[in-house]
């Protein structure tokens, strides 16, 4: 059994930082892949970052790329997102993800076997 467990949104002005943290627990020994999902009021979730065990490769999607950096450490059991220069439209609930796969290029959420409960970023104007 996994369970994930998200911390560290907030708000924060447009341009600002953040980070948030996933701490995960139970047979996690064996999650080749975690990842970042959002989920803004009204749309579908959405991909945003992931990272394989080894934290030898990583995937972004193209509206993150170069503001976001995805990073984990296993010995903390722990999966991170850094969050630069922040937008409004960075608004959502993130959502932690995991999955045994070893294919880190998975972006739709219906194939993710474990999720955590999220945490609210908010970006103000």
């Known amino acids: 059994q996994v369970q994930l467990v998200e911390s560290g949104g907030g708000l924060v002005q447009a341009g600002g930082s953040l980070r948030v943290s996933c701490a995960a627990s139970?047979?996690?020994?064996?999650?080749?892949?975690m990842g970042w999902f959002r989920q803004a009021p009204g749309k579908e979730r959405e991909f945003v970052a992931s990272i394989s065990r080894s934290s030898g490769d990583s995937y972004y999607t193209h509206s993150v790329k170069g503001r976001f950096t995805i990073s984990r450490d296993n010995a903390k059991n722990t999966v991170y997102l850094q969050m630069n220069s922040l937008k409004p439209e960075d608004t959502a609930v993130y959502y932690c993800?995991?999955?045994?796969?070893?294919?880190?290029?998975?972006?739709?959420?219906?194939?993710?076997?474990?999720w955590g409960q999220g945490t609210q970023v908010t970006v103000s104007s």
């Open positions: 993800a995991a999955d045994r796969s070893s294919r880190i290029t998975i972006t739709s959420p219906g194939v993710i076997r474990y």
């Open positions: 139970g047979r996690t020994y064996d999650m080749y892949y």
